[in-house]
């Protein structure tokens, strides 16, 4: 059966309100849709963990920092509930911008430090938009956790500095990146790639995984570089936003993985940007 798809803020909180006053609990999967396993392997760690579970479906127009993006940017919503069939989620929130964005909207949630470097320093505004977003929707839901994806491993942590900072009792739980066989990290944004940029696109793990292991031998950033972006650029990726090593706690730079650290990198395919970031 089709789980039940709500729209209206009012019709949602009816729903979650007896659900709080049983005293049950409440995990929230936000997301911009088009889903594929990545996703769908958040729902499964949030129907493990909660009683209710609530999918959020809304691409947030405040986290995109180009228009041509936001119009670009998939949208599948019949197959997603599709997708969720099987998974039995309590509901679907599928708010539309008026219901998320009311007439006088005016308030912006936003992050220092954290969010200076890597996305937040390459896309202007965008962990605002994030965070504004998801400091609502973890208000109407009333959710007791909330479960983000590594592959955001910035948005992770965004998020979860986020929620203790204002007091929203939620528990952040990230969960780890699903991946196709070939390495290439699950992302919607993969559906925008031709079949000749798909080939091409595992590269950026592969190079990400040659550097990683480099680093674990000890080698410094700036000497596995110059070959890291010869190999992107030989495979098709125009500009690199970032390659960059940074303390898995507090995203501080690095030149050596001498603390816990993990490796972060955008770059463009064919007009696609793709993100990874891997534990070194
Ligand atoms: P998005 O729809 O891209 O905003 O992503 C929604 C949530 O799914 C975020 O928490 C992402 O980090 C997570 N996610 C996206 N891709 C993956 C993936 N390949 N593996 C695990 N989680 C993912």
């Known amino acids: 059966m089709i789980d039940p798809i709500i729209r209206d803020r009012a019709a949602l909180r009816a729903m979650v309100t007896p659900w709080k006053r049983a005293g049950e609990t409440i995990g929230v999967v936000p997301t911009m849709g088009a889903l594929h396993d990545g996703h769908l392997s958040l729902v499964a760690a949030a129907k493990a963990a909660c009683d209710r579970v609530i999918v959020t479906i809304f691409v947030n127009p405040k986290q995109f920092n180009n228009a041509q993006d936001l119009a670009n940017y998939p949208r599948t919503e019949e197959a997603d509930a599709r997708k969720l069939e099987r998974f039995d989620v309590d509901a679907i929130w599928v708010p539309d911008g008026d219901q998320m964005y009311p007439e006088g909207f005016a308030t912006t949630v936003s992050i220092s430090g954290l969010t200076d470097c ?17 400091s609502k929707l973890f208000l109407q839901t009333g959710a007791d956790k909330a479960f983000f994806g590594e592959k955001d ?122 993100i990874d970031n891997i534990a070194v």
């Open 118 to 134: 890597l996305c937040g320093a390459t896309r202007p505004g965008h962990f605002d938009g994030v965070a504004t977003v998801v």
């Open 153 to 274: 491993f910035q948005q992770l942590q965004v998020v979860t500095r986020m929620a203790a900072d204002l007091d929203i009792p939620v528990e952040v739980v990230g969960c780890p990146t699903i991946r196709e066989e070939d390495g290439l990290a699950m992302s919607s944004r993969n559906l925008l790639l031709s079949d000749r940029a798909r080939v091409y696109a595992p590269v950026l793990n592969a190079v990400m995984e040659n550097v990683a292991a480099a680093l674990r031998e000890g080698a410094a950033m700036a000497d596995l570089l110059p070959d890291a972006m010869k190999r992107l650029e030989r495979a098709g990726f125009t500009d690199v936003d970032y390659l960059e090593l940074r303390a898995t706690d507090g995203l501080a730079l690095l030149e050596r993985a001498e603390v816990p650290a993990r490796l972060f990198a955008a770059a463009w395919l064919a007009g696609v940007r793709l």
